[in-house]
């Protein structure tokens, strides 16, 4: 531990933010992936088309969430954070059990779109304070066990949800769900404390603000950013279009019922996936002793593997073979995500690290959750007249160019990477 972090806070109160942040991040994607265990009786429900469900699962909630991602966290870089995503979680909480009570397409929604605003405060200023806990060698680490948050509220998301609706319906189930989220924000604003920007980087920021314009250009002049951000886009085009259409897909195609699917993507997603997320920091820590370009490369070599995964998932027969890949695949899809942030962090200084990461996430949301569930879901409705249950297996197939080009483009930021921090740190 650096000394300037020692004289600040202990080793079990960092990981007390930590593991209290990724808290935050797992009711982050408990109330944005509720939405898609509940798919089909929603879709009995209200009438709905695929083509709505992919616009509610995606590009509803991500259109807002990506534009406000920006200014939010630029005024986190430029104030107290932990103010700023205790307010948001109580906020997309609230729009979460506000739900449950949409009448039709349009409440709904307006409700996703209100849970996207929320959620658009919650990760670029928990990124910046848990960069700002740990020191450069151990950040991929501590970035990738903050990420684990996005598999461990999937999967709860999953399992609650599809255990709720199944008994007490789907209204219920979303209701269920937004309230402990405005309790947990409460917890946090009176147990983590700020710490000071550029804190384990062994100095602190200047006071003076840095200019919008000077954050841009210095993220779209560095090449490995922009690799990184297309890949991690195009990354989770895949892993959230097909995420998303799991449970149809196991439903429609293999006859699955709406409690078993909950609680089988749900123990996957949060073990498997969870598992594979906090892998991809800790390894990629590991290698760099060998060289940064494992940053880059441990991406890349997971992505290929996760694409031979996907021909049995969806167009295998035999139902537990696929279930049996499927933790493969969620395992495989997690592992880009803590060396991508721990990236994009290294790249800039302290006072840029929030709006740094929304930038990236604007770009790995517009392309993945906006566009991935909105496309498969248009390919399936074009495909279903001719292909009927068998439409969502090659809507998915898109999938596999999209993970091809992602890996190449990590590959390409491996060899921009190490003369880029060389000139950062020179």
């Known amino acids: 531990m650096s000394s300037s972090t020692s004289k600040h806070f202990t080793p079990a109160y960092r990981r007390y933010v930590l593991f209290t942040l990724t808290g935050v991040y797992a009711f982050n994607f408990i109330d944005r992936q509720v939405l898609v265990i509940l798919q089909e009786p929603i879709k009995a429900d209200l009438g709905l088309s695929d083509t709505q469900l992919g616009l509610l699962t995606g590009l509803a909630f991500a259109a807002l969430y990506v534009i406000l991602g920006l200014p939010i966290a630029r005024y986190a870089d430029k104030n107290n954070r932990k103010n700023v995503i205790s307010l948001s979680l109580i906020f997309w909480s609230a729009m979460t059990a506000l739900s449950g009570m949409a009448q039709n397409f349009t409440h709904l929604l307006l409700a996703r779109i209100g849970v996207g605003v929320g959620e658009a405060g919650g990760s670029p200023p928990a990124h910046s304070i848990i960069s700002d806990y740990y020191e450069p060698e151990k950040r991929a680490t501590a970035l990738s066990i903050y990420s684990t948050g996005v598999y461990i509220g999937i999967g709860l998301g999953f399992i609650i949800g599809g255990v709720v609706a199944a008994n007490y319906g789907w209204r219920i189930a ?3 769900l937004g309230i402990p989220g405005v309790l947990y924000a409460i917890v946090l604003y009176f147990t983590v404390k700020e710490p000071i920007k550029g804190l384990t980087d062994n100095n602190t920021s200047s006071k003076e603000d840095i200019p919008i314009r000077t954050v841009i250009s210095t993220l779209f002049k560095s090449k490995t950013f922009v690799f990184v951000a297309l890949a991690s886009g195009l990354m989770a085009f895949g ?3 097909v995420g998303n ?3 149809p897909f196991l439903s429609r195609t293999h006859g699955m019922p709406l409690d078993k699917i ?3 993507l749900g123990l996957i997603a949060a073990s498997f996936g969870a598992l594979g997320t906090f892998s991809g920091g800790y390894i990629t820590d590991k290698f760099q002793t060998r060289g940064i370009k494992w940053y880059c490369w441990i991406p890349a070599i997971s992505i290929v593997m996760s ?5 049995y998932i969806f167009f295998g027969e035999h139902l537990n073979f696929v279930i049996g890949l499927l933790t493969v695949s ?3 899809s997690g592992v880009y995500l803590g060396p991508a942030i721990a990236i994009t962090h290294s790249l800039v200084p302290a006072k840029m690290r929030a709006f740094s990461s929304a930038v990236l996430f604007f770009i790995l949301n517009a ?3 906006g566009l ?4 498969i879901g248009m390919l399936s409705d074009y495909l279903t007249p001719v292909l009927g249950a068998d439409a969502l297996r090659w809507a998915f197939t898109v999938t596999f160019a999209t993970s091809i080009l992602s890996a190449i483009l990590f590959y390409f930021a491996s060899r921009h990477y190490e003369d880029e921090i060389i000139v950062r740190r020179s």
């Not at 694409?307 to 021909?311: D, E, G, V």
Request: charged share 0%.
């Open 174 to 176: 979303l209701l269920s």
């Open 239 to 241: 892993s959230y279009g």
């Open 245 to 247: 259409w799991l449970p």
């Open 262 to 264: 909950g609680i089988t």
């Open 307 to 311: 694409i031979l995964t996907y021909f």
């Open 330 to 332: 969620y395992f495989l």
């Open 367 to 369: 392309l993945g959750l």
């Open 372 to 375: 991935g569930p909105l496309v």
